[in-house]
């Protein structure tokens, strides 16, 4: 499952070969890839022909392109496995390309999905505190990278909730954005166990994991960034960041960066959490 990093690597990627160009064709291959749109492939298709594309956006995993219609938005879910591809119109199609959109300069917009888990939708746009986002999207708070994002808000719903603070980092309604392996990354960091409550937390201890969590998006983000070429947008697989930055994540039982002592691995929400018993005391229950 590709994190806010792999999706704003993608987002910067159309932002620089498709925005500003309009959209002559699309060619539906896979229903399952349009099952998201209520009025299917043909709708989708009948309504997106035309649309000059105006923007690339992003808020926490949730991707989406506006146009030329102030109403539409295509939201783009990368599911497990899902690339948006930007190709020559007479460059083979991939095995996977299950949705084709011609653009007016020769090339194509390709959604490739080999496990079918992603899709396009059309959506309607709404302004909300201010910005425009898809309907599907209204419920997502802003992430960590947000130019808005309100850090002394974020830090007072935060400490407002009762339950664990990595369950809280989980909870797109509060801060989006942030999965398994940056609430990890940004726990061990802040020397914070994710099983402490996150009302116990003081202002500043919370303010500053989410410093953490910036930081540790804001690395990731520079070491994918990089990966990409000029025709290729691609968020299959990892940005080569995870094998060699990683501090927690994954590394149960070799020796953390810090103390050296053996990371622990721990069940928690039915995923794994790592941590340093040394650096991050569990909680006494
Ligand atoms: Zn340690």
């Known amino acids: 499952m590709p994190e806010l990093p792999e999706v704003e690597v993608v987002r910067r990627g159309l932002a620089e070969h498709v925005v500003g160009h309009t959209i ?3 060619l539906v291959k896979h229903p399952r890839s349009v099952r998201r749109h209520e009025l299917g492939g043909d709708d989708l298709a009948a309504r997106m022909t035309g649309l ?3 923007s690339a956006c992003r808020r926490g995993k949730f991707l989406w392109l506006t146009f030329d219609d102030p109403d539409a938005a295509l939201v783009v879910h990368l599911g497990m ?6 190709q020559p ?4 199609l991939e095995k996977h390309a299950h949705i084709v959109a011609a653009l007016d300069n020769g090339t194509q917009l390709r959604f490739v999905d080999q496990r079918t888990f992603g899709g396009w939708a059309l959506n309607r746009l709404i302004t909300l505190d201010g910005t425009d986002v ?3 999207v209204a419920h997502i708070a802003r ?3 947000d130019p ?3 850090t002394e808000a974020v830090v007072a719903r935060i400490r407002g909730k009762s339950s664990e603070i990595k369950r809280v980092l989980l909870d797109q309604t509060v801060v989006s954005g942030i999965g398994n392996i940056y609430a990890d990354e940004a726990l061990w960091r802040a020397r914070i166990h994710g099983e402490r409550s996150a009302a116990a937390l003081t202002r500043p201890a919370v303010r500053r994991l989410l410093g953490d969590v910036q930081a540790v998006m804001a690395e990731a983000l520079d070491a994918g960034g990089t990966s990409f070429d000029a025709l290729y947008v691609n968020v299959n697989g990892s940005s080569g960041y995870f094998e060699r930055s990683l501090a927690a994540y994954g590394r149960a039982d070799r020796p953390c960066r810090r103390c050296g002592a053996p990371i622990r691995r721990e069940k928690f929400m039915n995923r794994s959490s790592f941590s340093c018993p040394r650096c991050q005391p569990k909680p006494r229950r």
Do not use: H, T
Request: net charge negative; glycine share 4%.
């Open 81 to 86: 496995s899902g690339q948006m591809l930007v």
């Open 148 to 150: 808005q994002f309100d």
């Open 134 to 136: 898809p309907e599907s």
């Open 24 to 26: 002559e064709s699309v």
């Open 89 to 92: 119109a007479q460059a083979p």
């Open 143 to 145: 992430d960590p990278l």
């Open 52 to 54: 000059r594309i105006e």
